[in-house]
Structure formats: structure tokens, C-alpha cells
T-cell receptor, first 112, second 114 residues
Framework: QQQVKQSPQSLIVQKGGIPIINCAYE??????FPWYQQFPGKGPALLIA?????SEKKEGRFTISFNKSAKQFSLHIMDSQPGDSATYFCAASRQGFNKFYFGSGTKLNVKP | KAGVTQTPRYLIKTRGQQVTLSCSPISGHRSVSWYQQTPGQGLQFLFE???????NKGNFPGRFSGRQFSNSRSEMNVSTLELGDSALYLC?????????????FGEGSRLTVL
């Protein structure tokens, strides 16, 4: 049973577009929701994270929207660039447990 | 500051063999976690160690084991390898043992089982 479901599996946008990646979770005990970015041959790196006490968090061109009642959260990338082409993973964890459940990943391709 | 270092980066084994992977966390990080990454399953949690103690464990068979040393370095071992164990094994370290900080991942050890 997958604890965090992520969509779409892949996404192609033009430079300057706003790709949106969605995640849904079931366990209401989750209280930390990070997004990781992974380039080929590299390990994932933290992009941005949110806790359920806020509905939105923005860092640079990256924004997380969080809907606690729907148990969904999403990543928006403003003014996307070819350098943003990577695989993005959402994740979730519970307070007191350093154990993360990852989504299946979204491969983003930003065309010049 | 050096990042998380994993060795070896690539290895090829045959079914039935066993393998040991090594991870050196970022200096000062006491929590080390291991994840298996495959195209079909994404990243799946194997186990987490803090101060030489296993704190959390994922849903993997007993063939997968790990340990942490007093200097926080960690090893994971897979015995009696199966074809399905072919994957990228990622180690991640964090400064605390609670989910209050980010995971810093290494570049992984890519295991191919023939």
C-alpha cells in the first residue's frame, strides 16, 4: 500500500511555464511534507518543505500548496527553466519518526 | 563541508552472493537512513540508525540488515542476493533523529544482480 501517491509520472512544459505536481496521502499522522529534486546520477536534494499548520509556502520560484482537509499537497514551479529538468519526489513523515514515505516521482522536462 | 559518501558507487554481483555497502554521513550527523530506489517502486525506506541503534525499519526481508558504528558511519548488508535486489541504494544522513530536519542523500551505490 503506497502511503503517498504522486502524479503525473512525467511532465513536459515550455520554458516559462508553470508545472504542477500533485501528491496525496492517507495517514493523518503525517506532519512534515518535503519535496526532493533529483538529477541523473545524483542523490535527491531537499527543495522545499511544509508542515500542515500553513496552507502555502514559497521559496524562490518553488511553491508548495497544502490542503489538510483533502490530504493533498502540490508543488508549483514558477517561470520554469531548462535547468529545472529533473525528477521530483514528494514525501511525508510522522512526528518522532525519521522515516519518510516517498511518492513514485515525476520526471519533468522543461523545453527551451 | 563534505557531503554523504557512499562506497562502492557501482557493483555487480550474482544471485546468491552477499554484498556490503558503506556510508559515511556528514560530520556531526548522527542519524543515518537507507533507501532502495527502483524505477517501479520509487524510494523505499529500509532502516534508520541513530547512535548505533536501529530506530526504524521498513518492510524488507531479513536478508537486508545494517549497522552503525560509533563514528556514525553505517553499513548495510544484503545476503543471498536475488535479481529483484538490483537497485540504487541511497544513504541519507540528518543532524537529528526526529523528522525536524532535512535528509542529505549520498549519490548512491548502484547494485546489479545477475
Amino acid at each position: 500500500q503506497q502511503q503517498v501517491k504522486q502524479s503525473p509520472q512525467s511532465l513536459i512544459v515550455q520554458k516559462g511555464g508553470i508545472p504542477i505536481i500533485n501528491c496525496a496521502y492517507e495517514n493523518t499522522a503525517f506532519d512534515y511534507f518535503p519535496w526532493y529534486q533529483q538529477f541523473p546520477g545524483k542523490g535527491p536534494a531537499l527543495l522545499i518543505a511544509i508542515r500542515p499548520d500553513v496552507s502555502e509556502k514559497k521559496e524562490g520560484r518553488f511553491t508548495i500548496s497544502f490542503n489538510k482537509s483533502a490530504k493533498q499537497f502540490s508543488l508549483h514551479i514558477m517561470d520554469s527553466q531548462p535547468g529545472d529538468s529533473a525528477t521530483y519526489f514528494c514525501a511525508a513523515s510522522r512526528q518522532g519518526f525519521n522515516k519518510f514515505y516517498f511518492g513514485s516521482g515525476t520526471k519533468l522536462n522543461v523545453k527551451p | 563541508k563534505a557531503g554523504v559518501t557512499q562506497t562502492p558507487r557501482y557493483l555487480i554481483k550474482t544471485r546468491g552472493q552477499q554484498v556490503t555497502l558503506s556510508c559515511s554521513p556528514i560530520s556531526g550527523h548522527r542519524s543515518v537512513s537507507w533507501y532502495q530506489q527502483t524505477p517501479g517502486q520509487g524510494l523505499q525506506f529500509l532502516f534508520e540508525y541513530f547512535s548505533e541503534t536501529q530506530r526504524n525499519k521498513g518492510n524488507f526481508p531479513g536478508r537486508f540488515s545494517g549497522r552503525q558504528f560509533s563514528n556514525s558511519r553505517s553499513e548495510m548488508n544484503v545476503s543471498t542476493l536475488e535479481l529483484g535486489d538490483s537497485a540504487l541504494y541511497l544513504c541519507a544522513s540528518s543532524i537529528r533523529d526526529r523528522n525536524t530536519g532535512e535528509l542529505f542523500f549520498g549519490e548512491g551505490s548502484r547494485l546489479t544482480v545477475l
